[in-house]
């Protein structure tokens, strides 16, 4: 054989072996999903729904910083709590932190477990007067209307802290005993950054010396026709959470009169900056808790995506690119930059000294704030902004593994209740109070038993907040089932 033709059988050789490895891939990427026993459906009380509407109707209200708080409303949940759970006020030790933040601590009888934390916020985020007559239901009513309750919080997040409170009571009802200490923290301000409630009931914690199995919050949801190429319902288990910061770009240099403008103005820079640091966006790259949940469902899709997901190493351009294609997706593969806030000028023939512009950048778990500030001094390049950083921020978290008792605990808990479920890890993008606990403990997931789907996803801090009993019933399951699976 000529060299050239033995060349072309050695690629061809080459070709098809890796052809063959890439089916191998595919052929050995098998289901990862746990299997459960099936558990009784515990019965929920029928009162149950009925005290989820009372809760709806205190307006634990939190409003953007500096404006005060109707401490009122917000002592009337307290009282809720005390009166609507008479077995939990009474066996259970309660802290306040910080007036309205209630610490829950159930004693475990064996010292030797570790304990683990339940997390709830209970202040919800406002109803903008604007918007009031679009609610089919009011707000704040606790209506219920066919078996579905309608109002601020049914979502976010009081269906989490009553459904916490119910499974305890319930548990308590029946002489349960838990071997682990359970802490049950739900805090007051979680709308507004949670300094004053988590992160305190978290400084509380770390001053007793606590270290956590693991820490649940909220975060993650059950989706439905919301994974493309899944049709089954999907669990999500947040593992890590996006960091946020805002930034001030501003500009003060000479103005004048609009008649001789100079070649260059502070509106002119901001605006500059701005479109360099759009057209210049963050790489995109999978991070681990996205690597975990194409793991987990890469099986279980149709034959064309598992093949591109069994062979990551080089399909991985393509499957950024597919996440690219949507917002929703971008947020997942990317620290994004937006801004929001532009600012400048007073009257129509003046040129402003001052020009000001607020960027709000999530930020990739694996990077932090101060790399992220000093990328968009470099693609800024414009000694005349002056960057400042909001005062509310968070550095995204650190990612939760897959493989602890934690994990394994709550993937059994969510498939005893919703048994048609598929789980999977995943990404936060927003940020929930369980970022406080990070040094607690070393597993923190995010997940709250509540559907989530195109209809119902921008009722979430929007309008027509809503649940139906069976969820919420199952809800109160879950949480009742996660606490016995602790134990
Ligand atoms: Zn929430």
């Known amino acids: 054989m000529k060299t050239g033709k033995k060349i072309l059988v050695a690629v061809l050789i080459g070709l098809l072996l890796f052809i063959c490895f890439l089916f191998y891939n595919l052929f050995s990427y098998k289901s990862r999903q746990i299997k459960v026993a099936t558990v009784k459906e515990m019965p929920v009380s029928e009162s149950a729904f009925y005290r989820l509407a009372s809760s709806l109707k205190i307006k634990t209200v939190s409003t953007e910083s500096g404006l005060t708080m109707d401490s009122l409303e917000f002592n009337k949940f307290s009282d809720f709590l005390s009166t609507n759970y008479p077995l939990i006020d009474s066996m259970l030790e309660r802290v306040v932190v910080n007036k309205y933040s209630s610490l829950y601590i159930w004693k475990g009888s064996n010292p030797a477990l570790k304990p683990v934390i339940l997390m709830a916020h209970l202040d919800v985020v406002p109803v903008l007067e604007t918007e009031l007559k679009d609610w089919t239901h009011p707000p704040f009513d606790g209506k219920i209307v066919d078996d579905t309750l309608w109002g601020r919080g049914a979502i976010d997040d009081k269906i989490g802290l009553i459904g916490i409170m119910e499974a305890v009571e319930g548990l308590l009802e029946r002489g349960f005993i838990p071997g682990r200490t359970m802490y049950i923290a739900f805090g007051h301000d979680e709308e507004i950054g949670g300094q004053n409630g988590a992160a305190a009931i ?286």
Do not use: W
């Open 202 to 487: 978290a400084s509380y914690l770390k001053e007793k010396g606590v270290n956590a199995e693991f820490v649940l919050d909220e975060g993650g949801s059950i989706v439905q026709r919301m994974v493309p190429g899944i049709e089954k319902d999907v669990a999500l288990i947040g593992v890590s959470e996006k960091g946020f910061v805002s930034l001030e770009l501003m500009v003060d240099m000479e103005g004048g009169h609009s008649s001789m403008p100079n070649s260059e103005t502070s509106i002119d820079i901001i605006a500059k900056a701005i479109n360099k640091l759009r057209s210049n966006q963050f790489p995109a790259k999978l991070c681990p808790a996205l690597e975990g949940f194409i793991d987990e469902l890469g099986p279980e899709m149709p034959a064309l995506n598992k093949f591109v997901f069994a062979n990551r190493f080089i399909f991985e351009p393509l499957i950024l690119d597919i996440y690219e294609g949507s917002a929703a997706g971008n947020a997942l593969v990317r620290t994004t930059l937006v801004p929001t806030i532009f600012n400048s000028g007073v009257k129509d023939n003046v040129i402003p000294r001052l020009a000001k512009a607020t960027i709000n950048i999530r930020i990739l778990p694996g990077s932090s704030i101060d790399e992220v500030i000093n990328e968009v001094k470099g693609i800024i390049d414009d000694e005349r902004i002056r960057t400042n950083k909001n005062d509310f921020y968070s550095e995204p978290s650190k990612t939760s593994t897959t493989i602890s008792a934690g994990y394994r605990i709550l993937n059994t808990s969510i498939l005893e209740v919703f048994p048609e479920v598929l789980t999977a890890p995943n990404l936060v993008i927003g940020a929930t109070d369980s970022r406080h606990f990070e040094s607690i403990s070393a597993d923190i997931y995010r997940f709250l038993p509540i559907y989530i789907n195109p209809e119902n996803i921008k009722t979430f801090h929007g309008i027509n907040e809503r649940i139906a009993k069976r969820d919420f019933n199952s809800a109160v399951r879950f949480y009742s089932r996660l606490i016995q699976n602790c134990n």
